[in-house]
């Protein structure tokens, strides 16, 4: 009876102490700081992720446009046909500027087709597609590979204002993919049958 009684006195005891109570209360707090801690490392990790594929697609992309860019090759010559005293057709040769780089396409017509336009003090011109010819030197079809080299003949006798003497003047390239070629020249103070822009 007696051990019985110290029995329920400890038990008694046991029951109003509180101290079990404070470190559960404490393992709470502590797990739901964890809780949160990950909840907060894993939005910040997902927009780290998600920013580092946004600037891998920006670097591919202007990777991609850069490989698949023409450069202008050799002199710019222009011819006087008509022995009017001025320019009639603007010829020059460009190929790929990167010699493992994407295909460019100078095809004249369809929906994958380059623009060439002429700029100068008094027009800005996108020339129609009768107006240009591409003609492969080296290689052939649309696409502009690595190696292939190709002439572009222009024709200006469409224009509003003929391109004559002390003349600035643009001629720019548009493929569909890849950076614009820009070839621009002034034209000598007396023109020839056949002048060299360099």
């Not at 369809?110 to 009768?130: F, H, K, P």
Request: aromatic share 6%; net charge negative.
């Amino acid at each position: 009876m007696e051990s019985m009684k110290k029995f329920g006195q400890r038990a008694r005891a046991l029951w109003h102490d509180r101290r079990g109570i404070t470190g559960l209360e404490t393992a709470i707090v502590l797990i739901a700081f964890v809780v949160v801690a990950a909840v907060f490392a894993f939005a910040v990790l997902s927009t780290g992720l998600l920013s580092s594929e946004q600037a891998k697609e920006t670097v591919l992309g202007g990777l991609s446009e850069t490989a698949a860019s023409i450069a202008l090759r050799g002199s710019v010559i222009g011819h006087d046909t008509g022995v009017d005293g001025d320019v009639d057709v603007v010829v020059f040769q460009v190929s790929n500027a990167s010699q493992t780089g994407e295909g460019v396409n100078l095809a004249s017509s369809g929906t994958e087709s380059a623009i060439i336009s002429y700029i100068d003090n008094n027009q800005a011109v996108n020339l129609s597609s009768s107006s240009w010819l591409a003609t492969w030197l080296v290689g052939s079809g649309n696409l502009l590979d690595a190696g292939e080299r190709v002439e572009i003949r222009v024709t200006l006798t469409g224009l509003s204002t003929l391109l004559g003497t002390s003349t600035q003047f643009k001629i720019e390239v548009k493929p569909t993919k890849g950076a614009v070629l820009i070839v621009e020249r002034t034209t000598p103070a007396e023109l020839k049958l056949v002048n060299d822009f360099g």
